[in-house]
């Protein structure tokens, strides 16, 4: 790969819109939901799949019902996305605003970070 192709790819990456939203984790046996923000769903949703099948998620309690029920007992999904134009800009505020109010519309849903 010569400099020229290296520097197309490099921006084609920064000018890239993933997909940003509320992600969620839902136990299918307890109907529990952990919900998180995220800036990029797909890379997010892959990563938490990738610590608890590891055994080292933060989230304790999350990480024990994985333990119990395994991977075929959850759904992971993306509840809400995020309309946006600039993704350079910081849109922390507008996904938490959503995250929130997934959380109000679940009462068994809790923050997947704390």
């Given amino acids: 790969m010569d400099k020229a192709q290296k ?4 921006a084609e990456w920064k000018l890239r819109r993933p997909e940003m939203g509320v992600i969620s984790i839902r136990c299918k046996e307890t109907g529990q939901s952990f919900l998180g923000i995220s800036k990029d769903t797909k890379a997010d949703l892959n990563s938490t ?3 608890l099948a590891s055994g080292y998620h933060p989230n304790r309690q999350l990480m024990d019902l994985w333990t119990r029920y395994g991977e075929e007992g959850f759904v992971c999904s ?3 996305t995020l309309d946006y134009e600039d993704p350079a800009a910081d849109h922390t505020a507008e996904l938490e605003k ?3 109010q997934c959380l109000a519309g679940d009462e068994k849903a809790v923050k997947l970070w704390k």
């Fill in 98 to 100: 959503l995250r929130d």
């Fill in 7 to 10: 520097k197309a790819m490099v």
């Fill in 49 to 51: 799949r990738a610590k």
């Fill in 78 to 80: 993306v509840l809400r």
